[in-house]
């Protein structure tokens, strides 16, 4: 109990951080003005070159705090992307919301809301804000239903699901499945139900479980939880952390754990390791964050365990793709000349990052003390070959690294 309370109070502290704001939607396409809630991440307004994903959050009114809450606690501890939240705010016209006809299809009220998401809300959003092209859904009850309505579409404008307890119209059951076999593209889907739900709706969700999983397609990223004890309002308090840990799989920062375990213990390879640890999250999601700088300090570290040095030249091509105005790239590239006993490369290469930007622990004064030690021992060397005339060199010994980690930052 303790434990839970200590979380509580991390959300809501995480919560207070984030910029919400709820104003008046005038709507063409229900023909009423809608409140909606935004809430942007923290330090949008600090980096302006960031953009981000777009989290669509039905039944806004009790499920905006709550998800955006975990998301932005997942987020601190670079567990989870982070998002721009639009909350519905449905209150009396949830069920006009999402009226469905008799043959199981978005009529009426529910036709305007289908077109008011896709056609007005979304475009105003992303014209307003700085966001890429990867959108999540929530709802619960009759909007966990209306949403698969997206589904039906020749390509979903949605990447990602989270059904809790859908109270399905006709057919909806089947029609989700048929769909999911033309999809092409990546769709996380995660289906969830409470043991008090009412009989016909799990009959109904359970059929769609029984659906999917008979599809085996590599592109639906699907599971289904049946929260035993917990009645149709209760267990979504612990539903939204399952879907969101299953959702940002692989999403996570690499750990101590899986830099001992899966890193650390390689001989060669390394920077191929995180290019597929990035490239597998990319075909999971159809996007992919940028490369952390933490883990540019990982693998840089297990190279370094390992000898690996040619791997530094690898990494510092990614580097500069990913930071191409710091000194990263340029840092690695020293950083090789440096463990090659190349003193005058690794003078030059030191004075080359020394010009760009500071990065992670990389600073310019860090730079210059590498380059003054190599020039220093270069200076020695030439001294010493000019000293000793025609008498046979003595093979360079290997320099310190200093400032330089073996193990990743936690």
Request: avoid cysteine; aromatic fraction near 14%.
């Amino acid at each position: 109990m303790k434990i839970k309370i200590i979380l509580a109070t991390l959300l809501l502290q995480v919560a207070a951080f984030a910029q919400k704001t709820t104003e008046a939607f005038e709507s063409k396409k229900l023909g009423v003005t809608r409140s909606i809630s935004v809430v942007l991440p923290q330090g949008y307004d600090q980096d302006k070159n960031k953009k981000y994903p777009i989290f669509v959050v039905q039944d806004g009114d009790y499920l905006l705090d709550l998800i955006s809450s975990n998301i932005r606690y997942g987020a601190y501890w670079d567990e989870y992307p982070d998002f721009i939240f639009v909350g519905i705010n449905q209150g009396k016209d949830r069920k006009n919301d999402t009226t469905f006809d008799q043959n199981g299809l978005p009529a009426e009220g529910g036709a305007s809301y289908f077109e008011f998401i896709g056609m007005e809300l979304l475009p105003y959003i992303e014209s307003k804000y700085r966001t890429i092209p990867y959108r999540v859904i929530a709802g619960h009850g009759l909007t966990a239903a209306f949403q698969n309505a997206y589904l039906y579409k020749d390509t979903s404008i949605f990447n990602g699901y989270i059904n809790l307890s859908p109270e399905m119209p006709t057919e909806m059951e089947n029609r989700v499945g048929d769909r999911f076999k033309a999809l092409t593209a990546p769709i996380f889907y995660f289906l969830a139900q409470a043991e008090g739900d009412l009989k016909q709706d799990k009959a109904q969700i359970q059929k769609l479980d029984a659906n999917i999983k008979a599809l085996k397609k590599e592109n639906i990223y699907y599971n289904f939880v049946d929260y035993k004890g917990y009645n149709h309002y209760s267990y979504v308090n612990q539903a939204i952390p399952d879907a969101l840990q299953f959702m940002f799989k692989g999403y996570e920062r690499i750990s101590m754990e899986e830099f001992q375990a899966k890193i650390a213990t390689l001989e060669k390879g390394h920077t191929q390791y995180l290019v597929d640890r990035y490239a597998t999250y990319k075909k999971k999601t159809g996007y992919a964050p940028q490369i952390r700088l933490t883990d540019f300090e990982a693998i840089e570290a297990a190279i370094l365990k390992n000898q690996n040095f040619e791997d530094l030249k690898t990494l510092a091509d990614i580097a500069d793709k990913e930071y191409p105005k710091t000194m990263l790239g340029a840092y690695h590239r020293a950083l090789y000349e440096e463990k090659m006993n190349d003193f005058d490369r690794a003078y030059k290469a030191y004075m080359k990052a020394f010009q760009l930007e500071p990065v992670r622990n990389l600073t310019k004064e860090l730079m210059v003390d590498r380059a003054e030690f190599f020039k220093k021992e270069l200076k020695n060397y030439k001294d010493k070959r000019k000293n000793r005339g025609n008498e046979p060199e003595e093979p360079i010994s290997e320099t310190p690294s200093e400032g330089v980690a073996d193990t990743p930052l936690q």
